[in-house]
Nanobody
Framework: VQLVESGGGLVQTGGSLRLSCVTSGLTDNNYPMGWFRQAPGKEREFVAVISWSGASIFYDDSVKGRFTISRPAKNTVYLQMNSLKPEETARYYC????????????????WGQGTQVTVSS
């Protein structure tokens, strides 16, 4: 089972990036997928999550109105990030298949390796 992220990089304050995540090796894709991020010295924090159908979407309050999560295919999820801020510099992780709360990192069974996002001031 793999989640493979791409799309991270270096961007200036106010810039945009689109992260992508593709799953492989799962028997089906009928589960929520989402994104967490972790900055150096900090805990992993919830960013956004989308249900398998795309009908349910949740964001952390800090990214509402700037980030958009989408699921163009059952095994693919995007995170469009606009108006990025330096404090959002972190490693962004794709996640799938939560057992309980969609906002709790401990409830996710599958994690990608992460992709680094650096926002320069």
């Amino acid at each position: 089972v793999q989640l493979v992220e791409s799309g991270g990089g270096l961007v200036q304050t106010g810039g945009s990036l689109r992260l992508s995540c593709v799953t492989s090796g799962l028997t089906d894709n009928n589960y929520p997928m989402g994104w967490f991020r972790q900055a150096p010295g900090k805990e992993r924090e919830f960013v956004a999550v989308i249900s398998w159908s795309g009908a349910s979407i949740f964001y952390d309050d800090s990214v509402k109105g700037r980030f958009t999560i989408s699921r163009p295919a059952k095994n693919t999820v995007y995170l469009q990030m606009n108006s990025l801020k330096p404090e959002e510099t972190a490693r962004y992780y794709c996640v799938a298949d939560p057992d309980g709360s969609w906002r709790n990192p401990n409830d996710y069974n599958v994690w990608g390796q992460g992709t680094q996002v650096t926002v320069s001031s």
